[in-house]
């Protein structure tokens, strides 16, 4: 699976939009760009995934570059329980026996 | 909304003594998996599981891990000989397998502590 690479850390005002980053410079054609987040303590959560297209739903947007090299997660309307890590991966589309490979991922910080 | 759940939540053991982590995946799932997450460091895949047998595992899942599903609805993670390292949340996870899309669904975790 690709690498990707997120900072380490972002801050977020309760009620505006939350964009976090993720670069995924050698991702090949047949890999899908995934988004989890891990609540304190919790096991991760997916949100979204996209190969090519934004994507939405009840969650989350995500938008891919046209390169596909990189890509944006994006929160609309952040609330403190969205206070997370959030972990960006690249993964082979419904080979559903492989593993996921976490980052570090961006530890979100919502404040009021 | 069906979900994972974990058993226990919280298991203490002395280090050498056997441990038994179990888990009932989302019933109509077909692939299952464990992953454990050190306190303070990255989650790690440990092995995955298809058709009662490994499908993958990872470095860590040495000869003292191994994985059964002993009926129908239980999925279990047996660690033989615990050591200190071994310390760790313990997640399990299931997924649809073909025809879904590759989401994987988390259990709570379960947290060992091996003194």
């Known amino acids: 699976d690709a690498k990707t690479t997120q900072p380490p850390s972002m801050d977020c005002a309760e009620g505006r939009a939350a964009n976090l980053p993720c670069n995924h410079s050698?991702?090949?054609?047949?890999?899908?760009v995934y988004w989890y987040r891990q609540i304190h303590s919790q096991g991760p959560q997916y949100i979204i995934h996209?190969?090519?297209n934004n994507e939405t739903n009840e969650m989350a947007s995500l938008i891919i570059t046209e390169d596909r090299k990189s890509s944006t997660l994006i929160l609309p309307h952040a609330t403190l329980r969205d206070t997370a890590v959030y972990y960006c991966?690249?993964?082979?589309?419904?080979?559903?026996?492989?593993?996921?490979?976490f980052g570090g991922g961006t530890r979100l910080m919502v404040k009021p | 909304e069906p979900e994972v759940t974990q058993t226990p939540s919280h298991q203490v053991t002395q280090m050498g003594q056997e441990v038994i982590l179990r888990c009932v995946p989302i019933?109509?799932?077909?692939?299952f998996y464990w992953y454990r997450q050190i306190l303070g460091q990255k989650v790690e895949f440990l092995v995955s599981?298809?058709?009662?047998?490994?499908?993958?595992k990872s470095e860590i899942f040495d000869d003292q891990f191994s994985v059964e599903r002993p009926d129908g609805s239980n999925f279990t993670l047996k660690i033989r000989s615990t050591k200190l390292e071994d310390s760790a949340m313990y997640f399990c996870?299931?997924?649809?397998?073909?025809?879904?899309?590759?989401?994987?669904?988390f259990g709570p975790g379960t947290r060992l502590t091996v003194l």
């Open positions: 996870a299931s997924s649809p397998g073909t025809g879904g899309i590759g989401e994987q669904f």
């Open positions: 050698t991702i090949s054609g047949n890999e899908y």
């Open positions: 996209g190969l090519k």
């Open positions: 991966i690249v993964r082979v589309h419904n080979n559903a026996g492989n593993m996921l490979t």
């Open positions: 019933s109509n799932h077909l692939y």
């Open positions: 599981f298809y058709n009662n047998e490994i499908s993958e």
